[in-house]
């Protein structure tokens, strides 16, 4: 099985492996470098957006790497597409949702 499949990724937060508030280095720990990293800006110089396969980790927007380190994860979805609805994994409002 493919280390970022959206079938290893929910097994990994139904595991308590994966969960809210863990810190971008313990993912990159577990997971290895991001596939993709995404919606930065000139504010904003840290990306706040991690994406795994097609699961996508969102973290608070962080002006410095320093800062950023100690922000934890708030959200784990997966986004829409023309051929696939949006689907919450993890986030305040969901403990584990359907995978």
């Known amino acids: 099985m493919d280390a970022?499949?959206?079938e290893t990724i929910s097994a990994l937060?139904?595991?308590?492996q994966i969960r809210l508030g863990m810190t971008r280095t313990e993912l990159r720990t577990l997971l290895g470098e991001?596939?993709?990293?995404?919606?930065?800006?000139r504010k904003?110089?840290?990306p706040p957006v991690w994406k795994y396969g097609e699961?996508?980790?969102?973290?608070?927007?962080?002006?410095?790497?320093r800062v950023a380190e100690?922000?934890?994860?708030?959200?784990?979805?997966?986004d829409e597409t023309d051929h696939k609805p949006f689907v919450l994994l993890l986030g305040p409002d969901a403990s584990i949702?359907?995978?």
């Open 34 to 41: 991001p596939d993709a990293m995404g919606f930065f800006s």
């Open 97 to 99: 949702a359907r995978a």
């Open 55 to 65: 699961v996508e980790f969102s973290f608070p927007p962080a002006r410095f790497l």
């Open 13 to 16: 937060i139904k595991a308590g």
């Open 70 to 78: 100690h922000h934890g994860l708030d959200l784990v979805y997966v």
């Open 4 to 6: 970022h499949s959206l």
């Open 44 to 46: 904003n110089k840290v």
